[in-house]
């Protein structure tokens, strides 16, 4: 009951949020990344060599994690490294690992 009053008090928008963020996240290629990222900060190449895939198609899946704030990158020299955004990604990516890993 309680977790119902939340529910109704939440915003579409909100709920368009959230729905849209677990989208991203049905993406094979995009939660590996995610994976990799939990561990360190990661350039494309790094990403490509370990994943697979062309760098275009990395580079790709990195701008859809960077518009809805799962990853974040920063410039060194010529270089762009990516990690993850926030605690709450890997919250949210740890809690979803567990979740499987309990035989449910």
């Known amino acids: ?5 939340r529910v109704e008090n939440i915003p579409e928008e ?3 949020k959230v729905l849209a963020l677990f989208h991203l996240l049905r993406n094979k290629t995009r939660f590996k ?4 990222l939990m561990e360190k ?3 494309v190449s790094e990403l490509e060599e370990i994943i ?3 760098q275009s198609a990395i580079s790709h899946q990195l701008a859809e994690l960077r518009n809805m ?3 974040k990158d920063r410039q060194e020299k ?3 490294y990516y990690s993850i955004y926030d605690s709450h990604v890997t919250s949210i990516i740890e809690a979803a690992v567990s979740h499987i890993n309990e035989d449910c």
Not at 1 to 5: I, S
Not at 33 to 36: N, T, V
């Open 33 to 36: 990344i995610l994976l990799l």
């Open 52 to 54: 697979g895939g062309t």
């Open 41 to 43: 900060e990661r350039n």
């Open 1 to 5: 009951m309680n977790t119902l009053k």
């Open 78 to 80: 010529r270089m762009r």
């Open 14 to 16: 909100k709920l368009d």
């Open 69 to 71: 704030k799962l990853v």
